[in-house]
């Protein structure tokens, strides 16, 4: 899966620590996300999504 998160983040200026204090998640847990090291779990993307009112598949899609 390739996770566009860095994009997202960096086109709207979301720091990563904003997003996990939203989402509910540690810093490196977040981090290795978003440099695609691991991915969420299923409720952990959508609770991500919603946090940037998107779709999971906007976020993550198939390489």
Known sequence: MKCKLPVILAERKIKQKWLCERVGLSTSAMSQIVRGESLP???????????????????WQEE
């Open 41 to 59: 779990t299923l409720p952990t993307a959508i609770r991500i999504a919603k946090v940037l009112d998107l779709k999971v598949e906007d976020i």
